[in-house]
């Protein structure tokens, strides 16, 4: 093959088609030589073409190529000094994916070349290995950023009235009997009418999709015939996952993607991505050299500072992507914008998100990270979720994200649970986890919304088994039941696992009920993890990361239809009355022209709560009075938005108890519309007046409802 060359330029990075040829640009300041390397098809094993780059501008050596086209594979040899004291690994010997790649061509074939030192040497990572990683590693690909979005635009739904659903891109469809199973598990089954109409109807606003950044399966799951299933190992920021592709590798995996997002968007549901930034699939100094340890090793990773041989490691994974470095920064940022600008994806979840803002060994909530986001015209504008904690010291900082930022609530998943198992002491915090959490963001003039409210996600139990086991059970993992969280801070409702007992198994119904009311009645964004409305199980498995098979996957013949309805009616509940997703604060106040508070917390006697009962360790239960006249709220044109009022009583004691109604200036005549022990949300027509007494049951919730022309003024 004869390749004309030409110098090219050193931006942007990455490999870009501009119609009639490709700038190849990459970043690797401490190279001494860098080779592109071509190949005609994904079964070469050896390159058509070497093209030796002449041409460095600053850290960035590029070259320009008339004659290439979309769909081109490609690799890089990078050269330099391997001195992995000093925190140089460089190994031409190795075939590096591009750190800039738009695709991927396929996984990795573990083998003993794709380690930049010799397996089994004693010397271990300090040894230096000959063979040629090229057979074994998957090739970047050249992709035509050109596509028909048809005038696509973004939902922009505001965040207070966003309900977020957490999906793992097959595990959603792999088993679904209405969709072609030629595509089930890939991006066209997300965007398949099926899945579309049915997020649609339970009321979802945005999908949050499970990595769908090309990551790798470490090759000691691979030994075990295990694999990587949730993707929190990313080696290809740029890159879809080509393992959810029906279309092809060679970049169709690009435009299928596309479509996927044009087609929510069609429907006003929006694309968030679960990004994982904070480390790479290539692991410690005993890890591969895939790319960016190829590439430039010191310059992407925090290493030990007074021994460069090894790896900070924030993040239990091996590493930790050096966020302090320009160009790494830059590349996050670059790989951030991708997917807005040019994938059209809605906002992003950060994994691990208090790793990024690490400066030394403190987390530094100003940190660079955060500053460029905030100033960045185009990412500052998109849903910005972090998952505020790592693993390092001080590194949970739930509540600590600056402005504009929302948070998975931590907190509020541990509260809920604590109080519907019926721990004592939890009565306050209660309150304040359902009304938003103002102990955690109101001080920064944050709002509500800055807490993402969750009783369950993707790492740890489903919401059935968290109500049926007491213990996990991850044998299947193959580590002796040693991984995943120890303690379920929840309740078996009296039985470990699957059991015939009626009363059981309508407790465990109930409970799922109280779980699933709590999360969509509280004021902040509530996130509900795929399956969880259907009862999935996973039988126990708190950390099935590696389970890519009928543990993980949606069973929608084995459905819980009765509780996917109550799921869908109390979405539709909370969607059709703004008071249940306030964008303020409540603020405990009479409201000017009403006379009453915007809220009010009560007794079972009818009373108002007090200090005294809120710091009782048996009290464990209260009803809320919340005022649909005192939303302080206004509409797109400046209206006042009026709600009806509710009065929620919870009841997490294992007895029932009787609750006397609020007094008439709260309400004269209320309906009762929801009972979690039982399925059906309605409104019965059962009058109650004010003073009446009612009986809840034992762990349960009852919700009134008080249409606002009744209100006593």
Known sequence: MNITVYPGSPYPLGATWDGEGVNFALYADNATGVELCLFNTTEDE????????????????????PEIKPGQLYGYRVYGPFEPENGHRFNPNKLLIDPYAKAISGTINWHDSLFAYKVGDPKEDLSFSELDSAPF??????????????????????????????????????????????????????????????????????????????????????????????GYNSIGFFAPD????????????????????????????????????????????????????????SSYYRLVEDDKRFYMDYTGTGNTLNAMMPPVLRLIMDSLRYWILEMHVDGFRFDLAATLARELHEVDRLGSFFDIIHQDPVISQVKLIA???????????????????????????????????????????????????????RDDFRRPTASINFVTAHDGFTLNDLVSYNEKHNEANGEDNNDGESHN?????????????????????????????????????????????LSRTQQGNNNAYCQDNEISWLNWLTADKELLEFTR????????????????????????????????????DGSEMDEEQWNQDHAKSLGVFLNGRGLHSVGPKGEQIIDDSFYIIFNAH???????????????????????????????????????????EGRSIIMLHHPTSKLVE
């Not at 072609?180 to 649609?200: C, D, F, Q, S």
């Not at 509260?415 to 103002?438: K, M, N």
Request: charged content about 25%.
């Open 46 to 65: 050896t390159e058509a073409v070497k093209i030796k780059i002449s041409e460095r501008t600053h850290q960035v050596w590029h070259v320009y190529l």
């Open 654 to 696: 294992h007895e029932a108890l009787d609750f006397t109604v609020p007094a008439a200036r709260y309400g004269t005549h209320w309906t009762r519309i929801l009972d979690t022990c039982c399925y059906d949300i309605s409104d019965k027509k059962e009058g109650i007046e004010a003073g009446k007494t009612i009986q809840v």
């Open 387 to 441: 998952e505020p904690w790592d693993i390092g010291e001080g590194g949970y900082l739930v509540g600590k994200f600056p402005p504009g930022w929302a948070e998975w609530n931590g907190k509020y998943r541990d509260c809920i649970r604590d109080y519907w198992r019926g721990e004592g002491g939890t009565l306050g915090e209660f309150a304040e986890r359902f009304t938003g959490s103002s102990d955690l963001y």
């Open 489 to 533: 801070r929840s309740w078996n409702c009296g039985a470990e696992g699957p059991t015939k007992d009626n009363k059981v198994n309508e407790l465990r119904q109930r409970q799922k009920r109280n779980f699933l009311a709590t999360l969509f009645l509280s004021q902040g964004v509530p996130m509900l993890v795929a399956g969880d409305e």
């Open 137 to 230: 590693i998957p090739c970047s690909v050249v992709v035509d950023p050109t596509f028909d979005w048809q005038g696509d635009k973004p939902p922009k739904v505001p965040y207070h009235k966003s309900i977020i659903y957490e999906a793992h891109v097959k595990g959603l469809t792999k088993l679904h009997p209405d969709i072609p199973e030629e595509i089930r598990g890939t991006y066209a089954a997300i965007g398949h009418p099926v899945t579309i109409n049915y997020l649609k109807e339970l009321g979802i606003t945005a999908i949050e999709l499970m990595p769908v950044h090309h990551f790798i399966t470490d090759r000691h799951l691979t030994e075990k015939g295990l694999t990587n299933y949730w």
């Open 569 to 604: 009616k109390v979405i539709s509940l909370r969607k059709n009355h703004p008071v249940f997703c306030r964008r303020r604060w409540f603020q405990g106040q009479p409201i000017k022209g009403v006379g009453v508070e915007d809220i009010a917390w009560f007794q079972a």
């Open 242 to 297: 080509v393992r959810y592709s029906s279309s092809g590798t060679l970049g169709e995996q690009v435009v299928e993607f596309k479509n996927m997002v044009k087609e929510l968007h069609k429907a006003g549901i929006e694309v968030i991505l679960d990004v994982v930034y904070n480390h790479t699939g290539e692991g410690n100094q005993m890890g591969p050299t895939l790319s960016f340890r190829g590439v430039d090793n």
